[in-house]
């Protein structure tokens, strides 16, 4: 089983329940909603129960009904989206205009996001349940793509709806049980097939983005995304590095070796995918981008490792970048640093002399704003939460390069923005705008594919 959960006391929940709370202020509205969702509810666990006979013990579910008076329902809500194996949503025109709801599917969404960057694969965890009917222009971005009229379920669920199916409870008593069975399967194959990794639950799900505000038609692919990798290769590594951690070629460099084995060309590609990114990656010898006088073609993360200011060729071009990083701030870089590994430690003092004097404006226009991308994330899990907010920079910039630089453009315009991030979680929002930072006078600093490219 694909579960990487840590030991527990507690079983994983089988299933997350994220529905819109009936408000309650007319007669019209007396919570007779929330009552029908608790009754799904428990038709739903007992049916999931059921059919996963072979598992033994109770199965586990998470849903805000069953949270005690007196309990903390932040936290209680946040660890159960953290740790459940799948996403039940009632689908509705109240649920996707639900912030808490659309924190909820966001939360469970990065879970997602982090097991397709790391391990390559997708889980089918969200699964929707037409609680109302709804219109497919009514949908948000995120729940386009996503399956929820099932042409094997019965034309009433279809048309109007399970809400629908419960209050007429008498009339379609079959068609009702025939959906929850159905959704019973479901939940049990994604529990017993590959469910996406568990998270630490230390955060509150309060702190995440709406999903359900992310605007756009998801199948038109967003810019290309360009990633450049600013490493050795195993032919020109510096005294005392880590050989185990490169190969033939800088797109092969596996920064975070023994915890993980990925190689970060392709870590980030996949979370640049996720984000419905067309993204290439290159090597820093063969991207023009940098160079002083390319003009804009695509959103740049550069990701630097440490090492690469130890190769002469590779410390030149990176210094040359530095100079010029006042007029490419679509150009985003973040420094990868396993400071834990045995070869790291041993040179960290020579390391971050080297790296900090080849980049010392990148460091100091930055590193206010995003001071662990530039002194260097530690894991994959750092990474993973931190770069989306990156390339969310980078792309922003870059259109507003775009801009400036077209023929119409007004002769005299504002600074340019900075955007303020990381945010809590990956791909959170909080990205608050505020002016640039002044750069140095002139004179006072201190100091498309190529043919090499890897197929991804």
């Known amino acids: 089983m694909l579960s990487g959960h840590e030991p527990t006391t507690e079983p994983d929940p089988y299933f997350f329940l994220s529905y819109a709370h009936s408000h309650g202020l007319t007669s019209a509205d007396d919570f007779r909603g929330d009552r029908l969702v608790k009754r799904f509810h428990d038709d739903l666990r007992e049916h999931v129960q059921y059919a996963a006979h072979g598992t033994g013990g109770t199965i586990a579910s998470a849903v805000d009904l069953e949270i005690p008076i007196g309990g903390h329902w932040p936290e209680r809500i946040s660890k159960g989206l953290a740790r459940c194996r799948s996403f039940v949503a009632l689908y509705s025109t109240t649920y996707f205009s639900s912030e808490h709801c659309g924190k909820e599917w966001k939360t469970f969404a990065n879970r997602l996001v982090s097991d397709h960057a790391m391990h390559g694969r997708r889980p089918e965890a969200i699964i929707p349940v037409l609680w109302q009917?709804?219109?497919?222009?009514?949908?948000?971005?995120?729940?386009?793509?996503?399956?929820?009229?099932?042409?094997?379920?019965?034309?009433?669920?279809?048309?109007?709806?399970?809400?629908?199916?419960?209050?007429?409870?008498?009339?379609?008593?079959?068609?009702?049980?025939?959906?929850?069975?159905?959704?019973?399967?479901?939940?049990?194959?994604?529990?017993?097939?590959?469910?996406?990794?568990?998270?630490?639950?230390?955060?509150?799900?309060?702190?995440?983005?709406?999903?359900?505000?992310q605007v756009g038609d998801p199948t038109v692919p967003r810019p290309r995304m360009r990633i450049v990798i600013a490493a050795p290769c195993e032919s020109d590594l510096p005294r005392d590095c880590a050989a185990e951690m490169y190969g033939r070629k800088p797109l092969h460099w596996r920064p975070f070796l023994p915890e993980f084995p990925g190689e970060i060309a392709i870590t980030a590609q996949r979370l640049a995918e996720s984000m419905d990114f067309q993204a290439f990656v290159e090597a820093l010898e063969h991207s023009s981008e940098l160079s002083a006088d390319t003009e804009p073609s695509a959103p740049t993360i550069l990701i630097v490792d440490p090492w690469a200011a130890q190769v002469p060729a590779l410390q030149e071009r990176l210094s040359t970048f530095d100079r010029n990083s006042r007029h490419k701030l679509w150009i985003r870089p973040v420094i990868v640093w396993n400071r834990d590994h045995p070869a790291s430690t041993r040179n960290e003092g020579d390391l971050e002399r080297e790296l900090f004097t080849t980049l010392p404006l990148c460091r100091k226009r930055y590193r206010p704003d995003s001071p662990q991308v530039l002194d260097g994330l530690q894991t994959v899990q750092d990474f993973i939460r931190e770069l989306p907010t990156v390339i969310r920079t980078a792309e922003r910039l870059y259109f507003s390069e775009v801009a400036r630089s077209r023929p119409d453009a007004p002769e005299e315009l504002p600074p340019r923005p900075r955007f303020k991030g990381p945010g809590p979680g990956l791909g959170s929002g909080g990205l608050a705008v505020r002016r640039d930072m002044p750069d140095p006078?002139?004179?006072?600093?201190?100091?498309?594919?190529d043919d090499d490219r890897e197929q991804r």
């Open 441 to 449: 006078p002139d004179g006072e600093s201190d100091q498309g594919f």
């Open 133 to 213: 009917p709804i219109r497919d222009d009514q949908l948000p971005k995120c729940a386009s793509p996503l399956q929820y009229s099932r042409i094997d379920l019965t034309p009433t669920y279809r048309d109007k709806g399970l809400n629908y199916l419960l209050r007429h409870m008498l009339e379609y008593r079959d068609e009702y049980e025939e959906a929850v069975t159905h959704l019973a399967a479901q939940i049990v194959f994604v529990a017993e097939n590959g469910y996406p990794t568990a998270i630490p639950h230390s955060f509150d799900y309060r702190d995440m983005e709406d999903a359900f505000q």
